[in-house]
T-cell receptor
């Protein structure tokens, strides 16, 4: 069973360009989470999605950032008009369920390292 | 959301037992305590989760006192490959987002 896949692993964009980060959850997982990690910092939650629905986007910046998880295909985190401050590692995680009688662990992908020049 | 406090860094030598303590004074009744491990340039990896008393798996043990206001992750006989950042998190059954602090950077030397 393949783990969470993210691509690209490294992405370089110039200021003002768009960045598209892709995440394929583990097989059988229908919950996807995106996190951002700045150097020397812990991960910060951005958005939680289920198929075709955004459940919680409380960590998403109000502008330029969007996320989707279509019925078919990977989840996409899209950053428009990137700025240098967007440079970070972006991690995707997936889980089988959320809530219920236990807390399912989240499985993380290897991350996409975005560099804005 | 319960806030956690843990040491910024710890040093150890190979073969020693390492105990990392986390404080979570505002933990709620439905909250679980979960630990993740992160190696450089990798995503975090689940280590262990518990609600009360003691939990043990093939990697670590988690000790939780009766008041649940703290927890201790115990790594038996660490090796160089255990050098990583260890995050203590508190989350409830309805929780979705994981709230990460800065974690504890464990450095294991030979």
């Amino acid at each position: 069973n393949a783990g969470v896949m993210q691509n690209p692993r490294h992405l370089v964009r110039r200021r003002g360009q768009e960045a598209r980060l892709r995440c394929s959850p583990m097989k059988g997982h229908s919950h996807v989470y995106w996190y951002r990690q700045l150097p020397e910092e812990g991960l910060k939650f951005m958005v939680y999605l289920q198929k075709e629905n955004i459940i919680d986007e409380s960590g998403m910046p109000k502008e330029r950032f969007s996320a989707e998880f279509p019925k078919e295909g990977p989840s996409i985190l899209r950053i428009q008009q990137v700025v240098r401050g967007d440079s970070a590692a972006y991690f995707c995680a997936s889980s089988r369920t959320s809530g219920g009688n236990s807390v399912d662990e989240q499985y993380f992908g290897p991350g996409t390292r975005l560099t804005v020049t | 959301l319960a806030k956690t406090t843990q040491p910024i860094s710890m040093d150890s030598y190979e073969g020693q037992e390492v105990n990392i303590t986390c404080s979570h004074n505002n933990i709620a009744t439905n909250d679980y305590i979960t630990w993740y491990q992160q190696f450089p340039s990798q995503g975090p990896r689940f280590i262990i989760q518990g609600y009360k008393t003691k939990v043990t798996n093939e990697v670590a043990s988690l000790f939780i006192p009766a008041d649940r206001k703290s927890s201790t992750l115990s790594l038996p006989r660490v090796s160089l490959s255990d050098t990583a950042v260890y995050y203590c998190l508190v989350l409830n059954q309805a929780g979705t987002a994981l709230i990460f602090g800065k974690g504890t950077t464990l450095s294991v030397s030979s």
